[in-house]
Each structure stands twice: as C-alpha cells, then as structure tokens.
C-alpha cells in the first residue's frame, strides 16, 4: 500500500471508511487523485470475525460515549447507544442487513408532494432524481445486488416464507426476497451466500457487499491510497484563504498528527460527521464549519421504526439463512388516506437469541417473558422501515458535561417523534399483525425501536446556504474544498434503505470533484 507523509499538500483526505467514504475513495484513486483515508477503528480481517452475537458486538460496534435525549424509546431504554454503528475498517456496513430499494421520485420532493406539515421541517432536494439513476445502476452493479441487471434472487428461506404468506394473505403484491447486496451466487470474486445467518456479525464468509471486501482492496490496488486505521479525526483546519487544509488526528498511541490536504472528505456518518465538523469551530466559522446558517446537526432522521414477532405452532427458526431476507413494498407509496405522509417497507428480520432477549421486550422480565423466550425457535420477526419527518428540533450536539476516551465533548443525539411517525409506526404495527395472523400465529406483540442503523440527515442538502449546511454536489457551504460524503446530506430520509443511495451520492459527487480539479476550479 502506498504511503504518503504528513505534509503531502496535495492529497484529498477523507474521514471514514464507510459505504461513502470508501466508494468516493476509489472513485478519487481510479481517476488518478492521491488519497489518504483515516479510520477511526481497527483493520479486521474477516477470518477474525466471530459468529457469536454478543462478541462481534463487542468486536465490530462504535461505543464511545454517546448520549440519548428526547422522547424516544431509546433515551429510557437504551441511554448511551442511540445509534448502532461500526467502528471498523468498513464502516456500518460491516453490520448491515444488504436490503437496496431506491428512493422514489416522490421522496425528493417531499414538501412539493406532501405540502406544508407543521413541526416538519421538509424541503425538497435540489437535484433531479434522473440524475442518480446512472449512479444507482452502477451501485447496484459494485454491490452485486439481487433481483437486478440479470442477477438472481435471493432462495427464500422460513423466515421469509412465513412472512410471504402472510403478505400475499392480507392482498399485497409487491414483496421478494430482495433487492439485496449479497451474493447469490460467485460475483466480482466473492463467493455466493451460504446462508449461515450471521451477515450482521461481519459475513467471514464475504458474500455480503462491504468496502472492506471490495472498494478498499480496489483502492489500494491503485497504489493511489492509504488507509491509516485506528486514526481519529479531531479536527479540520483551514488556511488563511478559508479553505481546508489538513485534518488533526489522533492514531493509535493518542499522539496528536495532521494531515495536510488539498481537500477533505468527511464520511463518519451522521452523528460524528456533524461532531467533526462542530469541533473544528475557528475563525469565521464560531459555530462550526458549514454552520452559518445554523442547520448544522439539525433535521436528524433515524427512519419510523419497530417490530412486531409472532410465534407460531410449527418451527420457524428465523435465524436461518440471510438476516434480512425479503421485502414487502405495497406501503412504500404516498397515500395521505391512511392518515400520515410518505410510506414504509416491512422488511423480515432474524435475531439471534442474544438480540432477541434484548430487544423483543426491553427491560422484560416474568413469566410472560419467559415464555416468549421459550417459543423463540417458533418466532418470526418483521421491522418496520418509514420515512421520518425531518425537525430542526431533532438534532445532534456537543455534550457539556460527557465525554469520549480522547477526552473530546460527546455526541448528545436528540429526538422527539413527529405526530405523523406515531401514526405510520401504528398503521405498520397493525399491517404486520394481521399479516402473522393470517399466516396462523397464536400470538403477536410489538417491540419499540432498536437502536438506530439509519442516521440521517445532519447536514442537510440545499442550493441555498441559508437553508442547509451542503451545496447539490455535497460540498460544505463556505468552505470550497470540503465535502460530506454519507447519509448526513439527505435532506429528507425516504423509506428506503439508505445505503444505496449512500453509495450513489459519492459515486456522483466523486465524478463532480474529478471534472471540477481538472478544469482547475477546485
């Protein structure tokens, strides 16, 4: 792998090896840029992941002090994990499910399709969905994804057999067992699933898509790019111009460094790319970079969710085969008569008993619980994925009071429920319940959220400086050669999935920064 020293000037830095940050990588290097990428966890090979869920939590998972607030379930049930991300060269996909719905037209132009809604701070994208649709394509091709451009579907396992009936039961027509980023068979010299159930503990096996197994071994192949893990950003500085010039970070001994950049990328998703970006505040910029207009770690989205298990007479052992494996899209539609904006999928989801103790009743315990325990090999699960209304009160902010290993101020997520997510989150409860029943459940229960997989949405995308904290191509507002490359740009969530568009954003903002460095202009 190449190496390149501290005060290379002419490096493009990016922070995080995620689905953006990776993707964007290789795009830079393929095009012929020098690429220096900081990580802030370790390199793991994927022969030294676990198939144990309480130990490839521990292995895989970002638990640095954090902090829940609001009214979510999560600031009571689980305070100090709002989100679940990974802290690994690979980012959040190493725990990722692999379903890759696009967004739908409709989902860019949310306050054009669905008015003005009060509380809601909706606004509609300032980019045609016409131009992601070559990017989708090519995502969807790089992941391997099911069900697209000739690919095979997924084999329909009892999970998702239980629950396919169940959908077909209750009149719906749209559901699969994918799109989904797993191979089905050998593709782009990964190997075909075996189905082993253990794709959130990291895939040993490596079917599933992840930058660890596909963009980042590419990047290096370039000999354009370094990976330095165990390297955590603290901070961008800027030069007298106002433009970024290097990173600060800590590596693996806590020694302070810093990168020299001729551009940065920040990808740490959306609660420590707004963190970055809040702790490098400096002249001009008091209130953080790209802050001016106050939309900086607003508007957060983690999607409308739950889940809803129903236990069966015969076995289902839904812990078999692919994680997340089918998908029903008959609700992902907008139709203001059910009583809320925007839509869901019902995705099927396994647990291993571990997760199941843990989430199915947070906090449980007594004979009722112990029951369910007991019928855990007759149990089918299913998540509810919405799309939550974006509120400037919804936010992440730097703690007073905690803080992280390095002694830097903690990330305080908060979130109070829109009225509008009450009422989709009950329409799907009800949806799935009637769906198990018809399939002859002999009982059902509901299980509020999980820790957040989807973070959304913190530094928004806007055309207009004053309405967000991103320019159409994802470059920081007054800061000409910074950029966010993951989740935080959206400017509104979807229902979808968001990794694919994830990947598709940074496929198309890497194309942009290529022809903008040669014309001279960046």
């Given at each position: 792998m190449r190496h390149y020293e501290l005060d290379d000037a002419d490096v493009a830095v990016i922070v995080g090896s995620g689905p953006g940050g990776a993707s964007l990588a290789l795009r830079l290097a393929r095009a012929g840029l020098d690429v220096v990428m900081l990580e802030s966890g370790r390199w793991i090979d994927p022969e030294d992941f676990v198939d144990d869920e309480r130990i490839a939590f521990a292995q895989l998972s970002w638990l640095e002090a954090r902090r829940a607030t609001g009214g979510w379930t999560l600031a009571q049930d689980f305070p100090a994990l709002p989100a679940w991300n990974g802290h690994a060269v690979g980012?959040?996909?190493?725990?990722?499910?692999?379903?890759?719905?696009?967004?739908?037209?409709?989902?860019?132009?949310?306050?054009?399709?669905?008015?003005?809604?009060?509380?809601?701070?909706?606004?509609?994208?300032?980019?045609?969905?016409?131009?992601?649709a070559p990017y989708y394509e090519e995502s969807e091709r790089a992941m391997g994804v099911s069900h697209r451009q000739g690919r095979p579907p997924m084999p329909a396992n009892t999970s998702y057999r239980?629950?396919?009936?169940?959908?077909?039961?209750?009149?719906?027509?749209?559901?699969?067992t994918g799109p989904y980023?797993?191979?089905?068979?050998?593709?782009?010299?990964?190997?075909?699933?075996?189905?082993?159930?253990?794709?959130?503990?990291?895939?040993?096996?490596?079917?599933?898509?992840?930058?660890?197994?596909?963009?980042?071994p590419k990047a290096i192949a370039t000999e354009r790019f370094e990976l330095r893990p165990e390297s955590h950003a603290v901070r961008i500085t800027l030069d007298a111009a106002g433009r970024a010039d290097g990173v600060e970070y800590l590596d693996r001994d806590g020694v302070l460094?810093?990168?020299?950049?001729?551009?940065?990328?920040?990808?740490?998703?959306?609660?420590?790319?707004?963190?970055?970006?809040?702790?490098?505040?400096?002249?001009?910029?008091?209130?953080?970079?790209?802050?001016?207009?106050?939309?900086?770690?607003?508007?957060?989205?983690?999607?409308?969710?739950?889940?809803?298990?129903?236990?069966?007479?015969?076995?289902?052992?839904?812990?078999?085969?692919?994680?997340?494996?089918?998908?029903?899209?008959?609700?992902?539609?907008?139709?203001?008569?059910?009583?809320?904006?925007?839509?869901?999928?019902?995705?099927?989801?396994?647990?291993?008993?571990?997760?199941?103790?843990?989430?199915?009743?947070?906090?449980?315990?007594?004979?009722?619980?112990?029951?369910?325990?007991?019928?855990?090999?007759?149990?089918?699960?299913?998540w509810i994925c919405g799309e939550d209304l974006p509120q400037p009160g919804n936010r992440v902010t730097l703690s007073d009071e905690l803080v992280d290993r390095w002694g830097l101020p903690a990330p305080e997520v908060h979130y109070d429920d829109h009225p509008n997510d009450v009422a989709m989150r009950e329409h799907a409860y009800g949806r799935v319940e009637a769906m198990f029943r018809a399939v002859g459940a002999e009982r059902v229960w509901r299980a509020p959220a999980m820790p957040s997989g989807h973070n959304l949405g913190t530094a928004r995308m806007s055309a207009d400086p004053a309405n967000g904290v991103v320019d159409p191509e994802g470059r920081v507002h007054g800061v000409p050669n910074l950029f966010v490359s993951d989740g935080s740009v959206f400017t509104t969530g979807a229902a979808a999935n968001p990794t694919l568009t994830i990947m598709a954003l940074s496929l198309r903002q890497g194309d942009r920064i290529v022809d903008t460095r040669r014309r001279g202009e960046l």
């Open positions: 980012g959040t996909a190493l725990l990722w499910t692999g379903l890759t719905p696009r967004f739908k037209d409709h989902e860019f132009r949310t306050r054009s399709s669905y008015g003005e809604i009060a509380g809601a701070s909706l606004a509609d994208w300032p980019i045609d969905p016409a131009e992601l239980v629950f396919a009936n169940g959908a077909e039961r209750v009149g719906y027509r749209h559901y699969a980023a797993t191979n089905v068979e050998p593709y782009d010299g990964r190997p075909g699933t075996i189905q082993d159930g253990f794709n959130s503990q990291g895939d040993r096996h490596r079917s599933k898509w992840t930058p660890l197994v596909s963009e980042i460094r810093r990168q020299r950049a001729a551009l940065v990328a920040v990808a740490g998703n959306a609660i420590e790319t707004p963190r970055l970006l809040l702790l490098s505040a400096t002249v001009g910029h008091e209130h953080g970079l790209g802050n001016a207009s106050d939309h900086l770690g607003r508007h957060y989205m983690r999607h409308t969710t739950g889940v809803v298990y129903g236990q069966f007479p015969e076995e289902v052992h839904m812990y078999r085969g692919e994680n997340m494996a089918g998908i029903v899209a008959d609700e992902s539609r907008h139709d203001p008569e059910r009583g809320f904006a925007g839509g869901y999928y019902l995705e099927t989801i396994s647990q291993g008993l571990p997760s199941f103790t843990t989430f199915m009743e947070p906090g449980g315990w007594g004979a009722d619980f112990t029951a369910r325990v007991e019928g855990y090999p007759r149990t089918a699960a299913s």
